[in-house]
């Protein structure tokens, strides 16, 4: 049976917007603070999802449980995995950085899942898996050099990354064919509600209210909210976890990329040789 052309398109679209994420989010660093800008995102989106809820009227969740499940989902991805990101940028993690941090994701994944939801790794991914893991840790060993950011944010960014591997497997088992926008409007809905406390406890700072970040936020609500989450949870869904989570190991190099260009953050030559590498891997572990 042939796939359908957007999930055959997914991958990259979700990729090119993942990865620029990382970038344009410590632009919006700039203007406001970490929990204000994702309070703001994730309320856009619901005034988003509600509209569309209210128009193409798609079914609720039939079962008490089903509505926990989505909201695990939400808040791991929303609350965990951002809002932890965006505070390991605001104490000294570089983005670029932070994206080869969550390499480790897809190893987490396939190390897990054979006993969460019954996945068989063969050897062909776990190779690629290594081979994509040996070519990032090179390319984290070079930006070493270029100077260490403070153990917060790294704790930061482990405690992000065990968000995101946690949404993951949970979506896998327990995720149902839920209609997207029913799925994304109960996970920020949660994701919301359980940032409000932090925003509470946030230092108050004035916003910087330009064109840029006006930019920042259709870029954060639009691209990474609504398309790039979309995404990934519908092909968590359409196949095997430690698969697609395989995918993931090119948004670091993305990232890196995009850092580069925009933010200045240095990219070593043997930066650029372990991104060779991490994609061959990719390819390995993710080819039919």
């Known amino acids: 049976m042939s796939r359908p052309v957007w999930l055959l398109l997914a991958p990259v679209l979700f990729l090119i917007l993942w990865s620029g994420g990382y970038v344009v989010a410590k632009v919006g660093l700039l203007h406001a603070a970490p929990m204000a800008i994702l309070a703001m995102r994730y309320a856009c989106v619901i005034v988003i999802m509600t509209v569309l809820f209210m128009i193409f009227r798609p079914p609720l969740p039939t079962k008490h449980i089903d509505w926990l499940h989505l909201a695990i989902v939400g808040i791991l991805i929303q609350t965990v995995y951002f809002g932890l990101t965006y505070l390991a940028f605001v104490n000294g993690v570089a983005a670029g950085t932070a994206a080869l941090m969550m390499i480790l994701q897809p190893i987490l994944v396939a190390l897990i899942a054979p006993k969460w939801s019954g996945e068989r790794i063969g050897w062909r991914q776990w190779g690629g898996l290594l081979i994509a893991l040996a070519g990032t840790t090179a390319v984290i060993a070079s930006r070493l050099d270029i100077g260490p950011p403070p153990v917060l944010g790294f704790v930061f960014v482990l405690l992000g990354l065990a968000g995101i591997t946690g ?44 064109w840029e970040f006006f930019a920042v936020m259709v870029y954060l609500v639009i691209g990474n909210s609504v398309i790039a989450v979309g995404l990934l949870l519908s092909m968590i869904r359409a196949g095997e976890v430690a698969r697609v989570s395989t995918l993931l190991f090119l948004v670091p190099p993305g990232a890196a990329l995009a ?30």
């Open 259 to 288: 850092a580069w260009l925009v933010l200045d953050e240095a990219m070593p030559l043997i930066a650029w040789i372990g991104m060779a590498i991490a994609g061959a891997g990719v390819l390995i572990a993710t080819r039919k």
């Open 167 to 210: 949404a993951t497997l949970w979506e896998k088992r327990f995720g149902l064919s839920h209609h997207p926008i029913t799925a994304n409007l109960i996970g920020y809905a949660a994701g919301l509600i359980c940032l409000l406390p932090f925003l509470y406890l946030e230092d108050a700072q004035p916003i910087l209210w330009d």
